[in-house]
């Protein structure tokens, strides 16, 4: 393999994932072809919350002072009875959180966000995007990877590595399908993801300010449903996040859904909280899709990252963050094996897939308490109670306080 070879890297997707993905390499003097398939990059989606352990990357990139000027710190995460309106539990936030765990806890607009990791791929000379340009095909060989990228006319990149980093509905994963079962393994979770983002100072913001705390991560408990709600955008503006049982409706990312399923799962809710509701339409269903792969790499020289590896539900607010830590240990992992890249593979695979599981059953845990009903919400609000902020943090360390390994990072 030629040495400008072995130093090229191409990834399939600019998403988060995959322009985190090329400055944790170009940071490592590798070379980057990114293609995006989309003519222009548009954020999907409207709010996004990153935990410390993904802030932490995001500076050690030199991305976290470009976001800070648009993000907002939020004080708490509060959880509440959404027919009470009770305050049931708070996760302090803040400075305690940067404190804590060394890095801040934002929530963002995820437009901002890509323009942040945008303008520091900008400054990156060893880093070339392209954008209308899907990759079609993948050929394995002696001298490593070939992709055939379709943008308007056929190209080929060879590569040493290349990185799927193209979500859900991954092309390069798609591409692995053809040869092998061991690809491909997407399934409807069964839950529809209900979106709206509102002004601060509209009819709907005023809604939310009555009931939730403008500061702060606010999520509504009811059976079956929750509602989470935030600021972004300098708190001019409020992101809300509704969660329902719905049919599949689009093999896509967003679809158009019935409100009326929204408004069933809602009824006995706070009448405060289904007038916000009803001020914030019209909502965007989003399907929610889950990966779970046999195999995120392949010997030759092909991994998976992101959702299009591990794509899991929201309910620990983690699918960001998983994208941006797998960016950087993959990185490691490759630069500190760069003569055998098939074992630094496998070594980076195995490291990622215990911590990915486990947050995994967090967010499952979540949904299974925050739509709880009859005994089992009786339980989750007495434990709730027995625990203090200081004690719900600490729950989080695992989480919120990983680092990556510093040989390898």
């Known amino acids: 393999m030629r040495e400008t070879q072995c130093r090229l890297v191409v990834i399939a997707g600019a998403g988060v994932a995959g322009l985190t993905t090329a400055l944790a390499f170009a940071e490592r003097g590798y070379r980057i072809k990114l293609f995006e398939q989309a003519q222009h990059l548009e954020a999907a989606g409207a709010g996004i919350q990153l935990s410390p352990n993904a802030t932490r990357i995001l500076r050690q990139f030199g991305v976290l002072d470009r976001l800070l000027p648009t993000a907002v710190r939020p004080e708490a995460v509060v959880l509440k009875d959404a027919v009470t309106l009770r305050e049931l539990a708070r996760v302090p936030l803040g400075h305690v959180a940067e404190t804590r765990w060394g890095a801040p806890y934002l929530v963002a607009h995820r437009a901002d966000l890509q323009s942040a990791l945008m303008e520091r791929i900008a400054e990156r000379s060893k880093v070339e995007l392209v954008t209308g340009a899907r990759v079609g095909g993948v050929a394995t060989g002696p001298n490593g990877i070939t992709a055939t990228v379709v943008a308007g006319t056929t190209i080929e990149a060879e590569a040493s590595l290349l990185v799927g980093a193209d979500g859900v509905w991954s092309s390069v994963r798609e591409t692995l399908a053809r040869e092998g079962a061991d690809f491909r393994r997407i399934r409807f979770s069964g839950e529809l993801a209900w979106r709206a983002t509102v002004a601060a100072d509209s009819l709907a913001g005023q809604a939310f300010r009555v009931i939730g705390a403008p500061d702060c991560v606010t999520t509504f408990l009811y059976p079956g449903f929750h509602m989470v709600a935030y600021p972004v955008s300098r708190g001019a503006v409020f992101n809300l996040a509704a969660f329902t049982k719905g049919e599949r409706i689009a093999e896509s990312w967003s679809g158009h859904a019935d409100p009326a399923i929204l408004a069933s799962a809602m009824r006995g809710t706070a009448p405060a909280l289904v007038r916000l509701a009803s001020e914030a339409a019209p909502w965007t269903a989003w399907p929610i899709h889950t990966v779970e792969q046999r195999r995120w790499t392949t010997p030759q020289g092909i991994a998976l990252i992101g959702d299009a590896a591990h794509a899991m539900t929201p309910f620990a607010a983690q699918g960001a963050a998983m994208a941006i830590e797998d960016a950087v240990t993959l ?79």
């Open 331 to 409: 990185a490691g992992f490759v630069a500190s094996s760069p003569a055998d890249l098939s074992s630094a593979l496998v070594a980076w695979e195995q490291a990622r897939r215990p911590r990915v599981s486990q947050v995994a059953r967090r967010g499952a845990l979540n949904r299974l308490a925050w739509h709880a009903a009859g005994p089992v919400a009786m339980a989750r609000n007495l434990f709730l109670a027995m625990r203090s902020p200081e004690k719900l943090a600490a729950d989080l360390d695992w989480l919120y306080g990983w680092r990556a390994d510093a040989r390898r990072s």
